[in-house]
């Protein structure tokens, strides 16, 4: 059995002495941007002192820093380097087949995703919890690199790959014991993904998946499935209700990392607005939200927000 392993270009920023955040030899997902001006981060410094209780949404743009790929930046991002688009809710729960597959590059990819790190954005989002300035936390990412920070404020708005839930009886494992599982039941597979260093960005053949051997719930016999809201899926009422009475409780919105293109964060930005609560986003790129903005910050998230004093 043969598998390919199809090399990620890394962006050529990355082979720029000194690119910031990243570490040297990393593959670079951040989208190529000029340093951010001094009269932004003055504005956004003035922006975070007035904040007494603020609430901060968080997506990819975070987390590209710590080296996963969005999928929307230009260049960089899933959408612009592969032909991998998200997987849909009706088609996993639809098709065996489908989830075979999801499962066979999840398992593959999952001790280089696991292994991922918080960066200096996740540390500084986690001071600002600390000092009384940030009242709650809401991401879009799945990554659990927050969590990892150390953030205890915190909404996971799409869910964390880092668990897995039953779709009949509801229980939630941790990802982390399914791996042994996988490796279990697929001693020729596990031998060959310890011999290469897969990116997240794996290419199967079709006869490889075939051979893949997906377990179910040990409860009850079920199909899981990451506790990820893949699209086409909706975020639960119950959280989407508990972001919005932790805004009405918040004095200022920042967005961090996200072109909030997806409406289940873009929601939050309307309610905000609707309360009249000032809105800062700090991205590289435009978003869906700028018109609410009273202020729109470019540049790389690690850089910005550490520079931001806790006054
Ligand atoms: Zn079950």
Redesign the pocket.
Known sequence: MRLPWPMVTPHPASVRRGASSVAAGQLNFVPPCRTTDARSLELLQEFVTRARRMLVITGAGLSTESGIPDYRSEGVGLYARTDRRPMQHAEFVRSARSRQRYWARNFLGWPQFSSHQPNLAHRALRRWEEGGKLHWLVTQNVDALHGKAGQKRLTELHGCAHRVV?L????VTPREDLQGRFVAINPEWSAQAGAVAPDGDVFLEDEQVLNFRVPS?Q????ILKPEVTFFGDTVSKTTVEFVHGRLAESDSVLVVGSSLQVYSGYRFLLAASDRKLPVAILNIGPTRADHLAKLKVSGRCGEVLSAVQLL
Do not use: D, E, L, V
């Open positions: 039953c009949s009886c509801s229980a719930c409860n009850c016999g079920g």
